[in-house]
């Protein structure tokens, strides 16, 4: 597997943070989960990525959105 970077949002009570780097893929269970599973990006998208994060209406736009909405309390 490739590298990843996760462009998603960063939770107190989440072990993810924005930017963190996997070596090996998605974590599981991230890689399973409906949004989660795409807010994951091979590093050398990311800069796309982040445009695509911050433009209204990306699919990546929705995901973020959505990681908000549905999981402020992640643990």
Do not use: C, W
Not at 2 to 25: E, I, K, T
């Amino acid at each position: 597997m490739n590298p990843v970077v996760y462009v998603g949002p960063s939770f107190r009570s989440s072990r993810l943070n924005q930017f963190m780097v996997f070596s090996d893929g998605a974590p599981l269970p991230e890689a399973e989960d409906p949004i989660f599973m795409h807010l994951f990006v091979p590093l050398d998208e990311l800069n796309q990525a982040m445009i695509d994060v911050r433009t209204q209406g990306t699919q990546l736009n929705v995901f973020y959105v959505n990681a908000l909405k549905n999981y402020k309390g992640v643990k």
